[in-house]
């Protein structure tokens, strides 16, 4: 069978990666308003960029201290309502930087007096002409429908924000070994996920952190890809109401990364199990029935490791299934929205 479009882009995230380092001067100045801004820091963003800005939030918080709103576009566009965020920074994350509704909500947050910045893979679009800043993805075309390698970068531009505004050497040093690491994972690491994945009808995805935004991410590619229901959770949410449709066999996926959350993650792991669910972890521990993968030496970045052998499995889970994961019946690349 010849390959995807969507394994191969998803296999070009390394290389675009290391073109990141050629925007290290835009990069350090928006670092700079980061953490010198008095006013709020908003964001607007749909789909997997939204799951994007879920890492950027928990990163930011745990890493500057300084917390993140998720601004519904539709304030903007449908309610026409006016933003106070004087002396704030809203941040827009896209791929094609062309849905009225974000573009809406960029232009009202201008006009509430914050600096607006884009973060989009095609530098051409109206969302990057209306920013005050513009840091490109340099991603290239993505001729899948399913977000992969823009996915992977926008999380990698966002870390690297905060990673600068925080003057974290470790994080700093850990994305900077992440090319590597998403290169050392083995092709078919993701062999026995992709077969429970091309079986299974729903599941759960969960993770803490920023690795909560890589289990949204996760759950939407189940959906859009190999057409599994999934659900995502945090790991705390997770162990209560939805515990209740833990049976025998249940497939749960947990991202584990190796901080602060680890040792709750595995004790909620410890009774995914005693409840008869079939759980699979993915992190850099080697974990009893899990996936290992490379790591880059900081929890963080090693999320995005993660996110690359799930991009694999769900893709391989789609042809096993007789599906095209390039082209998911029902979507299209570019969704405009009011």
Not at 12 to 17: D, F, I, K, P
Not at 264 to 282: F, K, Q, Y
């Amino acid at each position: 069978m010849s390959q995807t479009h969507m394994r191969r882009e998803t296999d070009e995230a390394a290389t675009v990666l290391r073109r990141l380092s050629q925007e290290s001067e835009l990069i350090d100045r928006v670092a700079r308003l980061l953490a010198n801004a008095p006013g709020p820091l908003t964001t607007a963003a749909r789909g997997s960029s939204d799951h994007a800005v879920t890492v950027f939030k928990y990163a930011s918080e745990i890493l500057l201290g300084r917390p993140v709103a998720s601004i519904g576009p539709s304030v903007a566009s449908v309610y026409g309502a006016e933003l106070r965020v004087r002396e704030g920074i809203h941040f827009t994350v896209s791929q094609s930087g062309a849905s009225p509704d974000i573009l809406a909500l960029q232009d009202a947050a201008s006009r509430g007096g914050a600096t607006t910045v884009a973060i989009v893979n095609v530098v051409d679009s109206p969302l990057a002409r209306g920013a005050d800043f513009v840091v490109p993805l340099g991603a290239g075309i993505e001729a899948s429908v399913a977000a992969t390698k823009t996915y992977i970068a926008s999380c990698a531009v966002l870390l690297l924000l905060v990673a600068r505004a925080a003057r974290s050497a470790e994080l700093l040093d850990g994305l900077k070994r992440l090319p590597e690491a998403l290169e050392a994972l083995p092709v078919d690491a993701d062999t026995r996920l992709a077969e429970t994945l091309a079986e299974g009808r729903s599941l759960y995805v969960s993770g803490r952190g920023p690795a909560f935004g890589i289990a949204l991410e996760a759950a939407l590619k189940a959906k859009e890809t190999s057409g599994v229901h999934a659900e995502a959770f945090s790991m705390a949410e997770l162990m209560h109401g939805p515990l209740q449709l833990v049976r025998e066999e249940f497939p749960v996926v947990v991202f584990v990364p190796d901080d602060a959350s680890c040792k709750g993650t595995l004790a909620a792991i410890e009774r995914l199990s005693e409840l008869g669910g079939a759980v699979t972890p993915i992190s850099t521990i080697d974990l009893a029935g899990g996936l290992v993968t490379p790591s880059t030496g900081h929890p963080f970045s090693d999320t995005l490791v993660f996110m690359l052998a799930w991009y694999r499995a769900v893709e391989r889970a789609a042809r096993l299934r007789g599906l095209d994961p390039d082209h998911p019946a029902n979507l299209s690349k570019v969704t405009e929205t009011l």
